[in-house]
T-cell receptor
């Protein structure tokens, strides 16, 4: 199956700093990219959706100035958590949808565990 | 809005069958998915079913869909300890762009 590489897999940062998470689709072009957040023992909550060449669409309650999404190309998406605080500590997962598979299947990255101290 | 619900825990003995249930509310759902998540990892797509189907079988996995009741189930035959994980039910619409996930069912397999 298609591979989505997410980096880093874990990061610890100080409160007030910014953290960038990268997500690359290695062997396919992703029309649409999604960023999810997962709290312990909870489901994935969609944060934002982006299509290449246009601005991301954020879900209600997600601060777009805090969670910056850049859909740089059909294979790369980045999420930057700006001025991180301890409550931003979570598991972040990206997902790319394969244009070649008619949008029936999304592929997920390995996830990034962010801990803000 | 759309909602997907599933029970939080299931415990079975190795070799038994596991059945994980899910209900959804969006009648326009076109694709219904089952994902597996192992500790600290991303999601792995196990299988999916189109809304015009009522059953799909793939090796040890059987998916049953009751569209009238908006009920989806995943049966794992001959459950193994390696099947211990969290299983997420999810649905998306015709465009397939937005996927809504359930809270996940944590499957424990006892040896």
């Amino acid at each position: 199956g298609a591979v989505v590489s997410q980096h880093p897999s874990w990061v610890i940062c100080k409160s007030g700093t910014s953290v960038k998470i990268e997500c690359r689709s290695l062997d396919f072009q992703a029309t649409t990219m999604f960023w999810y957040r997962q709290f312990p023992k909870q489901s994935l909550m969609l944060m934002a959706t982006s299509n290449e060449g246009s601005k991301a669409t954020y879900e209600q309650g997600v601060e777009k100035d805090k969670f910056l999404i850049n859909h740089a190309s059909l294979t790369l998406s980045t999420l930057t958590v700006t001025s991180a605080h301890p409550e931003d500590s979570s598991f972040y997962i990206c997902s790319h949808r394969d244009r070649g598979r008619g949008n029936t299947e999304a592929f997920f990255g390995q996830g990034t565990r962010l801990t803000v101290v | 809005g759309e909602d997907v619900e599933q029970s939080l825990f299931l415990s079975v003995r190795e070799g038994d069958s596991s059945v994980i249930n899910c209900t959804y509310t969006d009648s326009s759902s076109t694709y219904l998915y089952w994902y597996k998540q192992e500790p600290g990892a991303g999601l792995q797509l196990l299988t999916y079913i189109f809304s015009n189907m009522d059953m799909k079988q793939d090796q040890r996995l059987t998916v049953l869909l009751n569209k009238k009741d908006k009920h989806l189930s995943l049966r794992i035959a001959d459950t193994q300890t390696g099947d211990s994980a969290i299983y997420f039910c999810a649905e998306s619409d015709t465009g397939g762009f937005k996927t809504i996930f359930g809270a996940g069912t944590r499957l424990f397999v006892k040896a």
